[in-house]
């Protein structure tokens, strides 16, 4: 059984990404990009499905951890009758190279540590093709199945019934290096020796470096400075392409089939990461995505789609892989979305939203990013009275969902914007007729007058998390009669043991079976609600709740079981940091500082 959710850890070179167990197990990791296939598959699964583990050989030995500064690289002290030893982790952010470093550092007397190493790529459907390759004085294993190619070097390793296996013992004082290398197996020759203590420094430097550029104060700094990081690391170093989570298939209901995967890029979850990114000083990294939006919707809009791979792969057709069992039973095990081929209608609008807060903050366009956005405002003129799957993707009938039609409204607002306070051409009087229609649809038919709320969609009572976004972007005021008398509605019908449900699953809207368990994003939504709307009371309390329920080193997934007090859903999500960032702000006062921009 994998270990909870809360227990793994985040090793990340952004460009893929580990996850390790609070005891010393890397139980997943994609190479060589977070969209790969994995070769260590343990998390959907158990051992036999693939995993890395170095712990002490003493089963009474106690582990405690913690990432080194403002940096991914992991550090787990461990304490056993024989002595201490930490366990440096991470993986070197260096150019063109894959590498896992586990580094041993003898601390007081001797530990001696148990390896395992059980391959199994292409998510555990293969066994490798496994030889020795070093010398007694520089051991070396190496794996290959198919393209992929894995070496791991500085440790004895024997075979053992398909795993390999050894001890490796430190005393104080002494360090033993340990690296597993991917290199696509066509290459002739094994990949040169890494330099440990340079890629470490330089490793430590570089995250370093990074997260002492945020501009954030007040509460919640140790939160906030943890969560942009999250989304430093889930943003591809050569593409660009930001992921919505490191994983694949993990439960939103435990036991259940709500398991997506979510190492793609979405174009909303990427757009809200650029805001909060950009809100806090980081504009490059937008100008960065901008350029893989343009290559990857290339063509024609009508073709554009809500989701693309990190380099912007089209076919994401979604699959599933019976070769892992799922967490803790929890099937199928799904690879690729097929959300890949829903209509969203308010993707655009957030893309929109997103790259007129990078045109505020200073970054220029170029002789194509406007002409892009025109085609995109062109693309939600033609679908503007469409129907779609909205925001949570439902695979129900389509509706009319307010949040989606909001975010048409909002796509038109900054085409006008851009036209009239920017001095881009585009016609915004045309733009500002769509706009201002779309509001009266929106007012007449969003809006339920007799109970007092926003709706779900045109024709339901029921509400929904996603209107708490209307004031993000400006569509309405926090304190507007109509949002309060929405937060009221959720307050009575999505609220669960204090944190807050995306919507009524009872209601079929979504067109599966089964319950899910409340929504961190939505929590810290109407934390920012509550900031800018006077009610501070309540949302400190509700920020220090929801900020409560990261792990150890400071990660949140997608869910949280309020009855088990755990985890649940693709971890680490980005879409819950973002959030957590918004919401630290409001309680500063910056409540959505692009929205006070807009």
Sequence with gaps: MPAPIEDYALLSNCRTAALVTGFGSIDWLCLPRYDSASVFGALLGDADHGRWSLRPTDPQATASRHYDGDTFILVTHWETASGTAEVHEYMPVDGGRVDVVRRIVGVEGRVEFAHELRLRPDYARSLPWMRQVGTDDAPAVLGIAGPDAVLVTGAQLSPDDHAHTGTIAVDAGQTADIVLTWFPSHEADLPAPLDVEASLVHTRDWWTDWASRIEHDGPHHREVVRSLLVLRALSHQDTGGIVAAATTSLPEQFGGARNWDYRYVWLRDAALTLEALIDHGYLGVTARWRRWLLRAVAGDPADVQIMYGLSGERDL??????????????????????????????????????????????????????????????????????????????????????HSRVMVWAAFDRGVRAVREFGLDGDADEWERLRDLTRDEIDAHGFDAERGHFVQHYGSTEVDASLLLLPQVGYCAHDDPRMLGTVAEMERTLMRDGFLMRYRTESGVDGLEGDEHPFLACSFWLVEQYAASGRLEDAAALMDRACAVTNDVGLLSEEYDVHAGRQAGNTPQALSHLALVRAADALVGHAGRAALRR
């Design 317 to 402: 057709a979604e699959r599933e892989m019976p070769s892992l069992p799922g967490y803790d039973g929890a099937a199928p095990v799904r690879v690729g979305n097929g959300a890949v081929g829903q209509f969203q209608a308010d993707v655009i609008g957030e893309v929109m939203v997103a790259l007129e807060a990078a045109r505020v903050a200073g970054l220029e366009e170029t002789e194509f990013s406007w002409p892009l956005q025109r085609a995109l405002i062109d693309f939600v003129t033609e679908t503007r009275e469409r129907s779609d799957q909205g925001i949570w993707e439902i695979r129900g009938e389509p509706q009319m969902f307010t």
